[in-house]
């Protein structure tokens, strides 16, 4: 069978279910409510849509510049031939669910408004929140150093776990300071830049604060699983009684 977990990193993974931000089930159903359109610009429209979950009656609103009804249905509904996530440039609540849990919540809070920003083409907006992601993160960390760069190494040092490579990539955000932001340096940090240094935070993130606990839960298991067979009663890692096993006749 095909690998499909990518579906749970999506808002709507297609025009009737979707990843919902407020009960935090995946693949649910979900209904339209009456869409509104309004003038983004002179020269520019915008339509708002409203979404309500099925399981908790929650609504979350969407916005695009882009024709995503599908004029097939005599109500609101989204077209099914587009990726939907895709054609939406932000989302209250934002979809706080693609980013662990088990992240800080000021970490998946900047990370979301960056990824917001890229999508809207707002790139101060998106290099200052990942920018600071980046300081929540080293700062929670306890990395030390005079520098940036020094304060990356020491990060890198602190969990040799993760591969060095993702850090040399977040210690380039240090080009992204205020002092950058003008026509001579700013061509080369496009959206792609940003996309691939929020990405490579994320991963290190994952490595520092998901990968351990779900290591942990893993272990855990395994322990409860083997503590639980037939008479066997374990104390730490040592059978206190050895596991039954079937001999022939």
Known sequence: MTDQSNLDLKYFIDDTVYNCPFCNRRNVKYAYLPKSDFNWASDKDCTIWRIKCTSCGKISMHLTHVELQDESYGNAHFRTDVDIDSLIFYSVPSSFFVVDIRIPKIIRELITEAAGCIKMNYMTGASACTRKAIYELLTREGAEGSSYDER??????????????????????KDMTSDKVHEQSWDKWNSDCLTLILETLKTVLH??????????ARKKNIKDLRARMSGT???????????????SD
């Open 233 to 247: 009663v374990f104390k730490g890692d040592e059978p206190k009684q050895a596991i039954p096993t079937e001999t």
């Open 207 to 216: 490595e520092i604060y998901v990968v351990p606990d779900e290591k942990a």
């Open 152 to 173: 990356i190494k020491n990060l890198e040092n602190t969990h040799p776990e993760v591969d060095p490579e993702l850090f040399e990539v977040l210690a380039h955000i």
